[in-house]
């Protein structure tokens, strides 16, 4: 059974900086498609970024472009969302999530495209 494990939300200012972490544990392959999304009060969840493990290659939702990187470390099994000049409207539930299923996508996954998600960390952000 697969297992995600997010770490590294928490409350900062507008113009701040957070780092999310995303452990994995229980796998016997190598996911396809790793991401992020996000989910606000009162509104849809939001794929925020996916990297295809396989090529390397990152995609973006255009709220984040320029602020936000998507990166793994294979030897640590951990995803990570670096977030940069933080804006109140990024406050929301962060989730990360992976994919084992082959698939060819050139675009931000949607929640739905992925098959585990982690419990979520918090991230606000304060004017």
């Known amino acids: 059974q697969v297992q995600l494990v997010e770490s590294g939300g928490g409350s900062v200012q507008a113009g701040g900086s957070l780092r999310l972490s995303c452990a994995a544990f229980g796998y016997t392959y190598n996911p396809y498609y790793l991401g992020w999304f996000r989910q606000a009060p009162g509104k849809e969840r939001e794929g925020v970024a996916t990297?295809?493990?396989?090529?390397?290659?990152?995609y973006y939702a255009d709220s984040v472009k320029g602020r936000f990187t998507i990166s793994q470390d294979s030897a640590k099994n951990t995803l990570y969302l670096q977030m940069n000049s933080l804006k109140p409207e990024d406050t929301a539930m962060y989730y990360c999530?992976?994919?084992?299923?082959?698939?060819?996508?050139?675009?931000?996954?949607?929640?739905?495209?992925?098959?585990?998600w982690g419990q979520g960390t918090q991230v606000t952000v304060s004017s």
């Open positions: 999530a992976a994919d084992f299923r082959f698939k060819i996508t050139h675009r931000v996954l949607m929640d739905s495209e992925y098959n585990y």
């Open positions: 990297i295809n493990t396989r090529g390397g290659f990152t």
